[in-house]
């Protein structure tokens, strides 16, 4: 029907895709222009946290676990993709960079907000028994694998951290 054209749903719909389509192609003249932090606040400014992270991260040309070895400018937009994606469902990849450029604790930090209380505690103990230096890649997999025990809950119980001791009692399956 004509009138469904004129509907302004109809228009907004259209002028969502073209600006879109827009932030899109801006995106790209600013990676073209060697300014990729500039692309990346355009796509944070329309709340396109995640693609901004990874627009950045690919923009760098190395894994989230290598992005340590590079120099400081490089290492500086790795941080601000690090912030970016720690915003999203892709935090655990933040997490990753953040470790490679060895910063433990903001890396706890963002698996605090996510949820992850127990990693977070994990990944302090590891940084502080490192010398909080470069962890390369290797500590997330220990933070998700490391196994805990019931003599890690009671201590964490009698230090008042009862949500990570109650974390600990469910992944030892000993509840109730």
């Known amino acids: 029907m004509a009138g469904d ?3 302004p749903r109809s228009a907004g719909a259209g002028r969502g895709r073209s600006a ?9 003249a600013h990676l073209a222009a060697g300014t990729p932090a500039e692309a990346a606040a355009l796509l944070a400014q329309y709340a ?3 693609d901004a992270g990874r627009t950045l ?7 989230a676990e290598q992005v340590g070895e ?13 912030s970016y994606l720690a915003k999203t469902a892709a935090a655990p990849l933040a997490v990753q960079i953040l470790i490679s ?6 890396a706890a930090e963002v698996l605090e907000r996510n949820g992850d209380l127990l990693g977070a505690q994990k990944l302090r103990e590891q ?19 490391e196994a805990v025990s019931r003599d890690k ?7 008042g951290q009862r949500e990570l001791a109650a974390q600990v009692y469910v992944a030892l399956k000993q509840y109730g």
Do not use: I, M, N, W
């Open 48 to 50: 396109r946290y995640e």
């Open 5 to 7: 054209r004129d509907h």
């Open 57 to 63: 991260l690919q923009h760098l040309g190395v894994a």
């Open 20 to 28: 879109k389509s827009e932030v899109d192609a801006a995106v790209q």
């Open 127 to 145: 940084g502080v028994r490192r010398g909080a230096g470069r962890g390369g890649g290797q500590a997330v997999h220990a933070v998700g694998g």
């Open 101 to 106: 450029l060895g910063d433990p604790v903001r």
């Open 153 to 159: 809950a009671l201590q964490l119980e009698r230090a």
């Open 70 to 82: 590079l120099d400081e400018p490089r290492r500086k937009l790795a941080r601000l993709a690090a």
